[in-house]
T-cell receptor
Framework: GIQVEQSPPDLILQEGANSTLRCNFSDSVNNLQWFHQNPWGQLINLFYIPSGTKQNGRLSATTVATERYSLLYISSSQTTDSGVYFCAVEDGGTSYGKLTFGQGTILTVHP | NAGVMQNPRHLVRRRGQEARLRCSPMKGHSHVYWYRQLPEEGLKFMVYLQKENIIDESGMPKERFSAEFPKEGPSILRIQQVVRGDSAAYFC???????????FGDGTRLSIL
Protein backbone atom coordinates (compact mmCIF):
# COMPACT_ATOMS: atom_id res chain seq x y z
CA GLY A 1 0.00 0.00 0.00
CA ILE A 2 0.88 3.66 -0.15
CA GLN A 3 3.51 4.93 2.30
CA VAL A 4 3.26 8.31 4.06
CA GLU A 5 6.22 9.86 5.85
CA GLN A 6 6.09 13.06 7.84
CA SER A 7 8.96 15.18 9.03
CA PRO A 8 10.14 16.31 11.43
CA PRO A 9 8.70 13.92 14.04
CA ASP A 10 8.98 16.57 16.75
CA LEU A 11 9.23 20.34 16.62
CA ILE A 12 9.64 22.82 19.46
CA LEU A 13 9.08 26.53 18.80
CA GLN A 14 8.89 29.80 20.61
CA GLU A 15 5.68 31.72 20.16
CA GLY A 16 5.87 33.88 17.06
CA ALA A 17 8.19 31.59 15.09
CA ASN A 18 7.39 30.12 11.67
CA SER A 19 7.60 26.46 10.73
CA THR A 20 7.27 24.07 7.81
CA LEU A 21 6.01 20.52 8.11
CA ARG A 22 6.54 18.04 5.31
CA CYS A 23 4.59 15.02 4.07
CA ASN A 24 6.06 12.64 1.48
CA PHE A 25 3.94 9.94 -0.15
CA SER A 26 4.96 7.03 -2.30
CA ASP A 27 2.29 6.99 -5.02
CA SER A 28 -0.30 9.14 -6.80
CA VAL A 29 -3.19 10.31 -4.62
CA ASN A 30 -6.85 11.23 -5.08
CA ASN A 31 -7.12 13.01 -1.77
CA LEU A 32 -4.71 14.64 0.67
CA GLN A 33 -5.78 16.20 3.93
CA TRP A 34 -3.93 17.90 6.78
CA PHE A 35 -5.30 17.58 10.31
CA HIS A 36 -4.46 19.04 13.69
CA GLN A 37 -5.10 16.80 16.68
CA ASN A 38 -5.46 19.09 19.67
CA PRO A 39 -4.58 18.18 23.27
CA TRP A 40 -8.18 17.04 23.83
CA GLY A 41 -7.81 14.49 21.05
CA GLN A 42 -10.10 16.16 18.54
CA LEU A 43 -9.12 15.95 14.87
CA ILE A 44 -9.48 19.31 13.21
CA ASN A 45 -9.62 19.53 9.41
CA LEU A 46 -7.03 22.03 8.20
CA PHE A 47 -6.84 21.54 4.45
CA TYR A 48 -8.16 19.32 1.68
CA ILE A 49 -5.36 19.75 -0.85
CA PRO A 50 -4.67 16.95 -3.38
CA SER A 51 -2.81 19.57 -5.45
CA GLY A 52 -2.05 23.28 -5.49
CA THR A 53 -1.82 25.87 -2.75
CA LYS A 54 -4.35 27.05 -0.17
CA GLN A 55 -4.23 29.54 2.67
CA ASN A 56 -6.34 29.93 5.79
CA GLY A 57 -5.21 32.67 8.12
CA ARG A 58 -1.75 31.90 9.51
CA LEU A 59 -1.73 28.48 7.90
CA SER A 60 -1.07 27.58 4.31
CA ALA A 61 -0.41 24.37 2.44
CA THR A 62 1.09 23.35 -0.87
CA THR A 63 0.92 19.96 -2.57
CA VAL A 64 3.14 19.11 -5.53
CA ALA A 65 1.44 15.94 -6.68
CA THR A 66 3.94 15.19 -9.46
CA GLU A 67 6.77 15.15 -6.92
CA ARG A 68 4.68 13.42 -4.24
CA TYR A 69 4.97 15.79 -1.34
CA SER A 70 2.97 18.34 0.58
CA LEU A 71 4.05 21.14 2.89
CA LEU A 72 2.16 22.78 5.74
CA TYR A 73 3.32 26.25 6.74
CA ILE A 74 2.53 27.76 10.13
CA SER A 75 3.40 31.41 10.55
CA SER A 76 3.55 33.45 13.77
CA SER A 77 2.91 30.32 15.83
CA GLN A 78 0.79 30.49 18.98
CA THR A 79 0.61 28.19 21.99
CA THR A 80 -2.78 27.01 20.76
CA ASP A 81 -1.05 25.56 17.67
CA SER A 82 0.49 22.86 19.88
CA GLY A 83 -0.59 19.32 19.19
CA VAL A 84 -0.02 16.68 16.54
CA TYR A 85 -0.25 17.44 12.84
CA PHE A 86 -1.23 14.57 10.56
CA CYS A 87 -1.09 14.25 6.82
CA ALA A 88 -3.43 11.66 5.31
CA VAL A 89 -3.73 10.48 1.72
CA GLU A 90 -6.10 8.40 -0.36
CA ASP A 91 -4.29 6.12 -2.77
CA GLY A 92 -4.92 7.09 -6.39
CA GLY A 93 -5.12 3.41 -7.36
CA THR A 94 -7.88 1.17 -6.03
CA SER A 95 -8.15 2.08 -2.34
CA TYR A 96 -11.01 4.53 -2.78
CA GLY A 97 -12.11 6.18 0.41
CA LYS A 98 -9.39 4.74 2.62
CA LEU A 99 -7.13 7.39 4.15
CA THR A 100 -3.59 6.38 5.08
CA PHE A 101 -2.13 8.56 7.81
CA GLY A 102 1.45 9.54 8.45
CA GLN A 103 2.87 9.13 11.95
CA GLY A 104 2.45 12.83 12.63
CA THR A 105 4.57 15.79 13.71
CA ILE A 106 4.34 16.70 17.38
CA LEU A 107 4.45 20.49 17.67
CA THR A 108 5.08 22.25 20.95
CA VAL A 109 4.88 26.03 21.05
CA HIS A 110 6.27 27.70 24.17
CA PRO A 111 5.13 31.16 25.31
CA ASN B 1 -24.62 21.25 14.71
CA ALA B 2 -24.32 19.49 11.39
CA GLY B 3 -21.00 17.77 12.17
CA VAL B 4 -20.21 14.09 12.56
CA MET B 5 -21.64 12.91 15.87
CA GLN B 6 -20.14 10.04 17.80
CA ASN B 7 -21.38 8.55 21.02
CA PRO B 8 -20.54 7.79 23.63
CA ARG B 9 -17.47 10.02 24.06
CA HIS B 10 -16.06 7.65 26.64
CA LEU B 11 -16.89 3.99 27.12
CA VAL B 12 -15.58 1.66 29.82
CA ARG B 13 -16.01 -2.09 29.50
CA ARG B 14 -14.70 -5.12 31.36
CA ARG B 15 -12.86 -7.85 29.51
CA GLY B 16 -15.31 -10.14 27.75
CA GLN B 17 -18.11 -7.59 27.41
CA GLU B 18 -19.41 -6.07 24.19
CA ALA B 19 -18.76 -2.50 23.05
CA ARG B 20 -21.06 -0.63 20.65
CA LEU B 21 -19.88 2.64 19.16
CA ARG B 22 -22.25 4.86 17.21
CA CYS B 23 -21.66 7.39 14.46
CA SER B 24 -24.11 9.73 12.74
CA PRO B 25 -22.57 11.23 9.59
CA MET B 26 -22.87 14.83 8.54
CA LYS B 27 -26.19 15.73 6.96
CA GLY B 28 -26.20 14.73 3.33
CA HIS B 29 -23.22 12.37 3.66
CA SER B 30 -23.68 8.72 2.73
CA HIS B 31 -20.09 7.48 3.08
CA VAL B 32 -18.82 6.49 6.54
CA TYR B 33 -15.34 5.46 7.59
CA TRP B 34 -14.01 4.10 10.90
CA TYR B 35 -10.44 4.58 12.11
CA ARG B 36 -8.65 3.43 15.26
CA GLN B 37 -5.91 5.25 17.13
CA LEU B 38 -3.98 3.08 19.55
CA PRO B 39 -2.09 4.84 22.36
CA GLU B 40 0.94 6.77 21.10
CA GLU B 41 0.22 5.75 17.49
CA GLY B 42 -1.26 7.28 14.37
CA LEU B 43 -4.67 6.55 12.96
CA LYS B 44 -5.35 3.31 11.09
CA PHE B 45 -8.21 2.70 8.68
CA MET B 46 -10.66 0.01 9.71
CA VAL B 47 -13.70 -0.01 7.43
CA TYR B 48 -15.56 2.00 4.77
CA LEU B 49 -19.33 1.73 4.47
CA GLN B 50 -22.15 3.16 2.42
CA LYS B 51 -25.81 2.70 3.30
CA GLU B 52 -26.38 -1.04 3.83
CA ASN B 53 -23.07 -1.93 2.17
CA ILE B 54 -19.53 -2.60 3.34
CA ILE B 55 -17.21 -1.25 0.65
CA ASP B 56 -13.78 -1.96 2.17
CA GLU B 57 -13.11 -3.80 5.43
CA SER B 58 -9.43 -4.46 4.81
CA GLY B 59 -8.44 -2.84 8.12
CA MET B 60 -10.86 -4.72 10.35
CA PRO B 61 -9.49 -7.40 12.68
CA LYS B 62 -10.68 -10.78 11.46
CA GLU B 63 -12.48 -11.71 14.67
CA ARG B 64 -14.76 -9.94 17.17
CA PHE B 65 -15.14 -6.73 15.15
CA SER B 66 -18.07 -5.88 12.88
CA ALA B 67 -19.58 -2.72 11.39
CA GLU B 68 -22.86 -1.78 9.83
CA PHE B 69 -24.54 1.28 8.35
CA PRO B 70 -28.26 0.51 8.10
CA LYS B 71 -30.75 2.24 5.84
CA GLU B 72 -32.07 4.11 8.85
CA GLY B 73 -30.05 5.20 11.84
CA PRO B 74 -26.38 5.61 12.70
CA SER B 75 -23.42 3.48 11.73
CA ILE B 76 -22.41 1.01 14.46
CA LEU B 77 -18.98 -0.42 15.20
CA ARG B 78 -19.36 -3.49 17.38
CA ILE B 79 -16.60 -5.18 19.32
CA GLN B 80 -17.46 -8.50 20.95
CA GLN B 81 -15.61 -10.05 23.90
CA VAL B 82 -13.35 -7.03 24.35
CA VAL B 83 -9.73 -7.47 25.44
CA ARG B 84 -7.28 -4.97 26.92
CA GLY B 85 -5.66 -4.44 23.51
CA ASP B 86 -8.93 -2.97 22.21
CA SER B 87 -8.37 0.12 24.37
CA ALA B 88 -8.05 2.97 21.89
CA ALA B 89 -9.74 6.02 20.43
CA TYR B 90 -12.17 5.12 17.65
CA PHE B 91 -12.92 7.85 15.13
CA CYS B 92 -15.68 7.99 12.59
CA UNK B 93 -15.54 10.15 9.47
CA UNK B 94 -18.01 10.89 6.69
CA UNK B 95 -17.92 12.31 3.19
CA UNK B 96 -20.45 13.17 0.51
CA UNK B 97 -18.72 11.14 -2.17
CA UNK B 98 -15.47 9.21 -2.52
CA UNK B 99 -12.23 11.16 -2.78
CA UNK B 100 -13.79 14.23 -1.19
CA UNK B 101 -12.73 15.58 2.20
CA UNK B 102 -13.53 13.35 5.13
CA UNK B 103 -14.93 15.08 8.20
CA PHE B 104 -14.16 13.49 11.54
CA GLY B 105 -16.14 13.18 14.72
CA ASP B 106 -14.63 13.75 18.17
CA GLY B 107 -14.04 10.04 18.69
CA THR B 108 -15.01 7.46 21.30
CA ARG B 109 -12.36 6.64 23.90
CA LEU B 110 -12.74 2.96 24.78
CA SER B 111 -11.12 1.72 27.97
CA ILE B 112 -11.04 -1.96 28.93
CA LEU B 113 -10.70 -2.85 32.60
Amino acid sequence: GIQVEQSPPDLILQEGANSTLRCNFSDSVNNLQWFHQNPWGQLINLFYIPSGTKQNGRLSATTVATERYSLLYISSSQTTDSGVYFCAVEDGGTSYGKLTFGQGTILTVHP
Amino acid sequence: NAGVMQNPRHLVRRRGQEARLRCSPMKGHSHVYWYRQLPEEGLKFMVYLQKENIIDESGMPKERFSAEFPKEGPSILRIQQVVRGDSAAYFCASSGVESQPQHFGDGTRLSIL
